[in-house]
C-alpha cells in the first residue's frame, strides 16, 4: 500500500524496500544521523546505542527462529558466547585481526548451532524450548570448564585497530557497531521476502502443509536456526571487543528471556518489530537505574539495591500486558500508523 496519489509504474518499484521519495529521504536523513550522533552526543549516549544496536543484532537472529519460523529457543544468548569466545581466542591465542575473527565467530557459533540444533529441531513446542535450555547449559559449562576458554578467570579480547589507529572507545567502536547492525538488517529484511523468508513462514503457519507441497521442512528449521547462531555470533563478537572482557557471567539465562519478552513486545515476524522491542526494553532498563535512588529516597524500607527486582518484575507486567491487549506487538501499532497515514485524506 501507497500513499494516495502514488502509483508503481514497473515491477522493480513494486517490489523495492525503499519505494517512495519521501522514504529515501527519511532513510538518507536517518543514516547521517546515526554516523553524526558520536559527534554531539555524550559518552552515556553513545554507549547505550551501542549496547542497543548489539541487542538488535542478536534479537533480530532470534526473528527468524520464533518469528519466522515458529520455533521456540532460550539459547540465543549462549551463541552469543560463542561468538564473543570464538573472536577472543582467535585474536589473542591465533593473532587474527578484528576484522577476520568477526565473521569468522558468526560462522562458528552457526556451525555450533547446526550440530546443537540438528537432534533438538527434530522436536517442537515445550521439548524443544527445554532442549535449547540444555544448549544453554552446556554451552556455560564448557566456557567455565574449558582452558583455552580462560574458565572463570575470562578472557581479555584486544580493541579493534584499523592500521596504527585504535578503536578503544565508545565512539570509535560505534563506527562498527552501527554500521554492522544496519548491514545485518538490510540482509535480514531482503532475506524474509525471499524464497527462504517465505518457506519460513509457511512452516510457521502450518508444517504439515508445507511437507506436502514439498518444502524440506528439517533444512529450512536447520538453516533458520544456523542464521540466528550467525547473528548472536556476530553480536557476541561485537560485544567482546567493545567492553574488552568476555565471561561467563555476562550470558546468563535471563537475558535470553529478556530477548524473548522483546519479540513479544516488537512484534513475532517483523523487523521493524526487533527495534521497537529492544530499544523499549533497554531504555526500560536504563531507566529504572536512574529511578531506583529517588525510589530508595521515597520508600526507606526497600532493599539497598533492588534495580534487578524493579526491572524484572516491571518487564513481566509489560510482557502480560502486551499479550492481553496487543498480542501482536508494537509493529501492529507502526503498521496501523502507516495504513492511515497512506490512505490519507480517506477514512477507509
Same mark, same amino acid.
Given at each position: 500500500? =501507497?500513499?494516495?496519489?502514488?502509483?508503481?509504474?514497473?515491477?522493480?518499484?513494486?517490489?523495492?524496500?525503499?519505494?517512495?521519495?519521501?522514504?529515501?529521504?527519511?532513510?538518507?536523513?536517518?543514516?547521517? &544521523?546515526?554516523?553524526? *550522533?558520536?559527534? &554531539?552526543?555524550?559518552? %552515556? *549516549?553513545?554507549?547505550?546505542?551501542?549496547?542497543?544496536?548489539?541487542?538488535?543484532?542478536?534479537?533480530?537472529?532470534?526473528?527468524?527462529?520464533?518469528?519466522?519460523?515458529?520455533?521456540?529457543?532460550?539459547?540465543?544468548?549462549?551463541?552469543?558466547?560463542?561468538?564473543?569466545?570464538? +573472536?577472543?581466542?582467535?585474536?589473542?591465542?591465533?593473532?587474527?585481526? &578484528?576484522?577476520?575473527?568477526?565473521?569468522?565467530?558468526?560462522?562458528?557459533?552457526?556451525?555450533?548451532?547446526?550440530? /546443537?540444533? +540438528?537432534?533438538?529441531?527434530?522436536?517442537?513446542?515445550?521439548?524443544?524450548?527445554?532442549?535449547?535450555? !540444555?544448549?544453554? %547449559?552446556?554451552?556455560?559449562?564448557?566456557?567455565? #570448564?574449558? #582452558?583455552?576458554?580462560?574458565?572463570?578467570?575470562? =578472557?581479555?579480547?584486544?580493541?579493534?585497530?584499523?592500521?596504527?589507529?585504535?578503536?578503544?572507545?565508545?565512539?570509535?567502536?560505534?563506527?562498527?557497531?552501527?554500521?554492522?547492525?544496519?548491514?545485518?538488517? %538490510? $540482509?535480514?529484511?531482503?532475506?524474509?521476502?525471499?524464497?527462504?523468508?517465505?518457506?519460513?513462514?509457511?512452516?510457521?503457519?502450518?508444517?504439515?502443509?508445507?511437507? !506436502?507441497? /514439498?518444502?524440506?521442512? $528439517?533444512?529450512?528449521?536447520?538453516?533458520?536456526?544456523?542464521?540466528?547462531?550467525?547473528?548472536?555470533?556476530? !553480536?557476541?563478537?561485537?560485544?567482546?571487543?567493545?567492553?574488552?572482557? *568476555?565471561?561467563?557471567?555476562?550470558?546468563?539465562?535471563?537475558?535470553?528471556?529478556?530477548?524473548?519478552?522483546?519479540?513479544?513486545?516488537?512484534?513475532? /515476524?517483523?523487523?521493524?518489530?526487533?527495534?521497537?522491542?529492544?530499544?523499549?526494553?533497554?531504555?526500560?532498563? #536504563?531507566?529504572?537505574?536512574?529511578?531506583?535512588?529517588?525510589? /530508595?529516597?521515597?520508600?526507606?524500607?526497600?532493599?539497598?539495591?533492588?534495580?534487578?527486582?524493579? +526491572? *524484572?518484575?516491571?518487564?513481566?507486567?509489560?510482557?502480560? =500486558?502486551?499479550?492481553? &491487549?496487543?498480542?501482536?506487538?508494537? !509493529?501492529?501499532?507502526?503498521?496501523?500508523?502507516?495504513? +492511515?497515514?497512506?490512505?490519507?485524506?480517506?477514512? %477507509?
Amino acid at each position: 500500500m =501507497l500513499p494516495a496519489g502514488t502509483f508503481n509504474e514497473t515491477y522493480g518499484q513494486d517490489t523495492a524496500v525503499i519505494r517512495t521519495p519521501l522514504q529515501w529521504l527519511m532513510t538518507i536523513l536517518g543514516c547521517i &544521523f546515526l554516523l553524526a *550522533v558520536p559527534l &554531539f552526543a555524550g559518552y %552515556y *549516549v553513545t554507549y547505550l546505542i551501542n549496547y542497543v544496536a548489539i541487542t538488535i543484532i542478536a534479537v533480530m537472529g532470534l526473528q527468524f527462529v520464533m518469528g519466522y519460523c515458529g520455533l521456540v529457543s532460550f539459547g540465543q544468548v549462549a551463541f552469543m558466547a560463542v561468538g564473543a569466545y570464538s +573472536s577472543s581466542i582467535l585474536t589473542i591465542s591465533y593473532g587474527w585481526p &578484528f576484522w577476520a575473527s568477526l565473521p569468522a565467530s558468526g560462522l562458528i557459533a552457526g556451525l555450533i548451532g547446526i550440530l /546443537g540444533g +540438528s537432534p533438538a529441531l527434530r522436536i517442537k513446542g515445550f521439548y524443544l524450548a527445554l532442549a535449547t535450555l !540444555a544448549i544453554h %547449559y552446556i554451552v556455560i559449562w564448557l566456557v567455565m #570448564e574449558l #582452558e583455552i576458554t580462560g574458565g572463570s578467570t575470562g =578472557l581479555h579480547p584486544p580493541s579493534p585497530t584499523l592500521g596504527n589507529f585504535v578503536l578503544n572507545t565508545d565512539g570509535r567502536m560505534y563506527y562498527i557497531i552501527v554500521p554492522t547492525m544496519i548491514v545485518m538488517t %538490510y $540482509f535480514a529484511k531482503n532475506l524474509t521476502r525471499s524464497r527462504v523468508g517465505r518457506a519460513f513462514v509457511v512452516i510457521r503457519d502450518n508444517d504439515l502443509a508445507a511437507g !506436502a507441497i /514439498g518444502i524440506n521442512i $528439517f533444512f529450512y528449521k536447520l538453516l533458520a536456526f544456523f542464521i540466528a547462531c550467525f547473528y548472536a555470533g556476530i !553480536a557476541g563478537s561485537l560485544y567482546a571487543h567493545w567492553v574488552q572482557v *568476555v565471561h561467563p557471567d555476562q550470558f546468563l539465562l535471563t537475558e535470553s528471556l529478556f530477548f524473548v519478552g522483546m519479540l513479544i513486545i516488537g512484534g513475532l /515476524g517483523s523487523i521493524v518489530g526487533v527495534f521497537f522491542g529492544s530499544i523499549l526494553v533497554r531504555l526500560l532498563n #536504563e531507566g529504572v537505574l536512574f529511578a531506583v535512588p529517588a525510589l /530508595g529516597a521515597a520508600f526507606p524500607a526497600l532493599p539497598s539495591h533492588p534495580a534487578a527486582s524493579i +526491572s *524484572v518484575s516491571i518487564f513481566a507486567l509489560i510482557i502480560i =500486558l502486551f499479550l492481553i &491487549f496487543e498480542p501482536r506487538g508494537l !509493529a501492529h501499532r507502526w503498521e496501523i500508523f502507516k495504513a +492511515s497515514y497512506r490512505l490519507y485524506p480517506f477514512s %477507509y
